[in-house]
């Protein structure tokens, strides 16, 4: 078996993913008069040009009345320091029956006070608000130079407004309140989102989504949470779809598992054509798209950012496929991606499921099961994959460096997959105990 990489199929895999990966694919976008004539009439209302209230001030991150004020002077009890947001029928089909009528109505998101104010409806307003539609107009910044040189600036931080992520899992009753709308980006950018809370689960733009996510990009942003950390969305359940989404420049951390660049969990629902530019961390079930695939499809996708861990599960793409549910598509890494056990530049564990037509460039990082394309393989099938990153096992007892150019550890099954000798000089499969492999020879 000849074991360097097949240049057609190189090439067929690369178009196919460049397919559906420009951010704001048809979008919509409102006019710099509309915009104006926001900005002017928040103004008039007492809000700033941010939308926020001006009876309110932000202090150590925490949004409150004024000291000495009571209540707004201006709104009322009822105020909660942000401009509401107008729900009113749109000029297209948002929620893609292939008719606008009616039924095609969302709330105008035009600043970052209503966006807080969206979120917090949801939140607090379940019954409410719970799978009701919003769209942005225009690009919303809420906190400037987030970053610096890609890690939190701390010498801001004081400063920054933080923020609640959409849907939610309440941790003292276990009652669960995703969001089930759809939420429309229109292809704008939201900047510097802040959220730093090592104690919860569930972070991202949205929390927790059954609903749909589209045609957002997250610029410039924080999230370190617990468990279930992406830049769009912590936990995309059954029913929920996230699509055309791009997290940019962010920093996406969980101090426990499951952190992804656009999502944390993947629990049944779907992630099409999203991207992620960011740096990725976590202890365990991290990937530059996806912590982890527990069900459900993620197709189109790509990874340019770094992905790190210092434990296992980790891979370019994804942390882990978990079920036989669990399909990855037509997706690919060029980030480096660096841990312990199960490192792959595709995936790093794959339990369960199948991936199909996905790549790696990046260079693979690890100490026990690393691979080009997955660190460990068990049931289900990979195939039409490959790898020409260089791929490195580090492990202080050379019996247990367990690394191969396509897989380091494999009982399952594995076709038409390859890797480049000219980066990795070893075999395919460090360790095979099913022999399920089959691959052409190719020159």
Same mark, same amino acid.
């Given at each position: 078996?000849?074991?360097?990489?097949?240049?057609?199929?190189?090439?067929?895999?690369?178009?196919?993913?460049?397919?559906?990966?420009?951010?704001?694919?048809?979008?919509?976008?409102?006019? #710099?008069?509309?915009?104006? #004539?926001?900005?002017?009439?928040?103004? #008039?209302?007492?809000?700033?040009?941010?939308?926020?209230?001006?009876?309110?001030?932000?202090?150590?991150?925490?949004?409150?009345?004024?000291?000495?004020?009571?209540?707004?002077?201006?709104?009322?009890?009822?105020?909660?320091?942000?401009?509401?947001?107008?729900?009113?029928?749109?000029?297209?089909?948002?929620?893609?029956?292939?008719?606008?009528?009616?039924?095609?109505?969302?709330?105008?998101?035009?600043? #970052?006070?209503?966006?807080?104010?969206?979120?917090?409806?949801?939140?607090?307003?379940?019954?409410?608000?719970?799978?009701?539609?919003?769209?942005?107009?225009?690009?919303?910044?809420?906190?400037?130079?987030?970053?610096?040189?890609?890690?939190?600036?701390?010498?801001?931080?004081?400063?920054?407004?933080?923020?609640?992520?959409?849907?939610?899992?309440?941790?003292?009753?276990?009652?669960?309140?995703?969001?089930?709308?759809?939420?429309?980006?229109?292809?704008?950018?939201?900047?510097?989102?802040?959220?730093?809370?090592?104690?919860?689960?569930?972070?991202?733009?949205?929390?927790?989504?059954?609903?749909?996510?589209?045609?957002?990009?997250?610029?410039?942003?924080?999230?370190?949470?617990?468990?279930?950390?992406?830049?769009?969305?912590?936990?995309?359940?059954?029913?929920?779809?996230?699509?055309?989404?791009?997290?940019?420049?962010?920093?996406?951390?969980?101090?426990?598992?499951?952190?992804?660049?656009?999502?944390?969990?993947?629990?049944?629902?779907?992630?099409?054509?999203?991207?992620?530019?960011?740096?990725?961390?976590?202890?365990?079930?991290?990937?530059?798209?996806?912590?982890?695939?527990?069900?459900?499809?993620?197709?189109?996708?790509?990874?340019?950012?770094?992905?790190?861990?210092?434990?296992?599960?980790?891979?370019?793409?994804?942390?882990?496929?978990?079920?036989?549910?669990?399909?990855?598509?037509?997706?690919?890494?060029?980030?480096?991606?660096?841990?312990?056990?199960?490192?792959?530049?595709?995936?790093?564990?794959?339990?369960?499921?199948?991936?199909?037509?996905?790549?790696?460039?990046?260079?693979?990082?690890?100490?026990?099961?690393?691979?080009?394309?997955?660190?460990?393989?068990?049931?289900?099938?990979?195939?039409?994959?490959?790898?020409?990153?260089?791929?490195?096992?580090?492990?202080?007892?050379?019996?247990?460096?367990?690394?191969?150019?396509?897989?380091?550890?494999?009982?399952?099954?594995?076709?038409?997959?390859?890797?480049?000798?000219?980066?990795?000089?070893?075999?395919?499969?460090?360790?095979?105990?099913?022999?399920?492999?089959?691959?052409?020879?190719?020159?």
């Amino acid at each position: 078996m000849r074991r360097r990489i097949r240049k057609g199929l190189a090439v067929l895999l690369t178009a196919t993913m460049v397919v559906g990966l420009m951010p704001g694919a048809g979008t919509i976008k409102v006019s #710099a008069a509309e915009g104006e #004539a926001s900005v002017s009439a928040a103004t #008039a209302e007492g809000y700033d040009e941010n939308g926020f209230c001006t009876s309110y001030e932000l202090t150590n991150g925490t949004w409150a009345l004024k000291s000495g004020v009571t209540a707004c002077a201006t709104h009322g009890e009822a105020c909660n320091g942000y401009q509401p947001a107008v729900e009113e029928l749109l000029d297209y089909d948002i929620n893609g029956d292939g008719t606008t009528d009616a039924n095609d109505k969302a709330y105008k998101i035009t600043n #970052a006070g209503q966006l807080y104010w969206f979120a917090d409806k949801v939140n607090n307003d379940y019954e409410n608000y719970k799978d009701k539609n919003a769209v942005l107009t225009t690009n919303i910044t809420v906190n400037e130079g987030v970053l610096s040189g890609g890690e939190l600036n701390t010498t801001n931080e004081g400063t920054f407004r933080s923020w609640t992520p959409i849907g939610y899992l309440d941790l003292d009753t276990k009652v669960q309140y995703p969001f089930s709308g759809i939420f429309d980006g229109a292809g704008n950018k939201i900047n510097g989102l802040y959220f730093k809370d090592d104690s919860k689960l569930r972070v991202g733009l949205f929390g927790f989504n059954i609903g749909s996510i589209k045609n957002v990009n997250i610029v410039d942003s924080y999230f370190s949470g617990k468990s279930q950390v992406g830049g769009v969305c912590g936990l995309n359940d059954t029913d929920g779809n996230i699509k055309t989404c791009n997290n940019i420049d962010s920093f996406v951390k969980s101090s426990n598992q499951n952190a992804g660049g656009v999502c944390g969990v993947n629990g049944g629902g779907t992630i099409t054509d999203c991207n992620n530019t960011g740096e990725v961390q976590g202890s365990s079930h991290v990937g530059g798209v996806c912590g982890s695939i527990n069900s459900g499809l993620v197709i189109n996708c790509g990874n340019t950012g770094k992905v790190t861990s210092t434990g296992e599960r980790v891979g370019g793409v994804c942390g882990m496929l978990f079920t036989s549910s669990s399909s990855l598509e037509t997706s690919y890494n060029t980030g480096d991606v660096q841990g312990s056990s199960y490192v792959g530049g595709v995936c790093g564990y794959r339990y369960n499921g199948n991936i199909d037509n996905c790549y790696n460039t990046g260079n693979i990082t690890g100490t026990s099961k690393v691979g080009g394309v997955c660190g460990a393989i068990y049931t289900g099938q990979t195939s039409n994959c490959y790898s020409t990153g260089n791929v490195t096992c580090d492990a202080s007892d050379a019996s247990n460096a367990t690394v191969g150019g396509v897989c380091g550890y494999q009982n399952g099954a594995i076709k038409n997959c390859y890797y480049d000798t000219g980066k990795f000089t070893g075999k395919a499969i460090h360790t095979s105990i099913s022999h399920h492999f089959r691959s052409e020879e190719h020159t």
